[in-house]
């Protein structure tokens, strides 16, 4: 197994298997900063974790959604569970639409909990966001071992005791 398969492995462990984890997401804002530079937006969103990508259902008129729209790179961290990164965001449509019939269902079942009173699928702002990660760090047993992640070329890195 190679450093990425066994980073991916740890990821899919700590964070899949139809697990509702919380993320704080970071997006830019529309609007910069009083000295005019880009002014970061963090919010924590529920997430499903499936192969490299974070899914969330959200209501498409949202500001992190106007702000993914003009910026689609953004930055997560996973609460409490020392993993961080950065991704593209992709607005995948309406919940409804047939194309996302499947990874709806998986949604729903994540989310159960609490889904039907959080979304109006009605409503055809009700979308789902696609955060693909492009590179991170596992951290684990803090600093123990650093696994550094480049999602795009399926690489790692690592430091420390696994290394």
């Not at 919940?95 to 989310?111: D, G, I, Q, S, Y």
């Not at 009605?122 to 696994?147: R, S």
């Not at 550094?148 to 696994?162: L, R």
Request: charged share 25%; with cysteine; proline share 2%.
């Amino acid at each position: 197994m190679t450093k990425y398969e066994k980073g991916m492995a740890i990821l899919e462990e700590k964070f899949g298997g139809g697990k509702d984890n919380v993320i704080s997401l970071a997006t830019i804002a529309l609007d910069p900063a009083a000295d005019g530079s880009p002014c970061p937006i963090v919010r924590d969103v529920d997430a499903h974790y499936e192969d490299g990508v974070f899914y969330s259902v959200t209501w498409g008129e949202s500001s992190k959604m106007k702000q993914i729209a003009k910026n689609k790179e953004v930055a997560l961290a996973v609460c409490f569970e020392w993993f961080n990164g950065s991704g593209t965001a992709e607005n995948l449509g309406w919940v409804l639409e047939p194309k996302n019939a499947e990874l709806r269902a998986k949604l729903r079942k994540t989310f159960e909990k609490w889904y039907e009173f959080a979304n109006n699928e009605n409503d055809k702002n009700c979308c789902i966001l696609a955060v693909k990660m492009t590179a991170g760090v596992i951290n684990i047993n803090h600093h123990e071992t650093l696994y550094i992640m480049d999602f795009v070329n399926k690489t790692a890195v690592v430091h420390g005791k696994d290394a």
